[in-house]
T-cell receptor
Framework: DVKVTQSSRYLVKRTGEKVFLECVQD?????MFWYRQDPGLGLRLIYF???????EKGDIPEGYSVSREKKERFSLILESASTNQTSMYLC?????????????FGNGTRLTVT | GENVEQHPSTLSVQEGDSAVIKCTYS??????FPWYKQELGKRPQLIID?????GEKKDQRIAVTLNKTAKHFSLHITETQPEDSAVYFC?????????FGAGTRLTVKP
């Protein structure tokens, strides 16, 4: 069974801090994703990566960056956290042909920026 | 790009009744339609999916129907149980894009 692990379940950060959200998957999946989940808005794609060191912007990349130095790890970076980035962040992975195969999600990180 | 609308946003049913959640999509190139269930405090998990070459798929109490002409697909849950209470998300995807609906909060009352 695929396991996607996010390093933190809850995080509280101050405005202006640099924040790292880590995600690791154990199924050798090529594709990894970062989503943001907000009530009434569903899941919105921030960034995705289809290979090591490769990244593509999703629908809401502003204020975020990502890093994929190893296949199993995909990091989301908030360069300077702001209160409107308070949200639930979900990491996901999928095998090749990702948009036509199921996503495997992590448990999520609930980030609060004060 | 693709736009997915999901209705209703909340749904409350009595245990044993059926529940139906509907999604519409805009891009006729979409060809894969998964449904995810997210229980409170847990990760979204795939419960059923359907591809565009199939009109209906069933897995025990869960079924999904797809109408490509009308660009809508629906999740049907029969004989609902309290453990079906969760948020359900639909999605529509093509080879280079996937979009989620806003979610439906289903409550099954015992």
């Amino acid at each position: 069974d695929v396991k996607v692990t996010q390093s933190s379940r809850y995080l509280v950060k101050r405005t202006g801090e640099k924040v790292f959200l880590e995600c690791v998957q154990d199924m050798d999946h090529e594709n990894m994703f970062w989503y943001r989940q907000d009530p009434g808005l569903g899941l919105r794609l921030i960034y995705f990566s289809y290979d090591v060191k490769m990244k593509e912007k999703g629908d809401i990349p502003e204020g975020y960056s990502v890093s994929r130095e190893k296949k199993e790890r995909f990091s989301l970076i908030l360069e300077s956290a702001s209160t409107n980035q308070t949200s639930m962040y979900l990491c996901a992975s999928a095998s090749l042909g990702s948009y036509n195969s199921p996503l495997h999600f992590g448990n999520g990180t609930r980030l609060t920026v004060t | 790009g693709e736009n997915v609308e999901q209705h209703p946003s909340t749904l409350s049913v009595q245990e044993g009744d059926s529940a139906v959640i509907k999604c519409t999509y805009s891009d006729s190139a979409s060809n894969y339609f998964p449904w995810y269930k997210q229980e409170l405090g847990k990760r979204p998990q795939l419960i059923i999916d359907i591809r565009s070459n199939v009109g209906e798929k069933k897995d025990q109490r869960i079924a999904v129907t797809l109408n490509k002409t009308a660009k809508h697909f629906s999740l049907h849950i029969t004989e609902t149980q309290p453990e079906d209470s969760a948020v359900y998300f639909c999605a529509a995807s093509r080879s280079d894009d996937m979009r989620f609906g806003a979610g439906t909060r289903l409550t099954v009352k015992p």
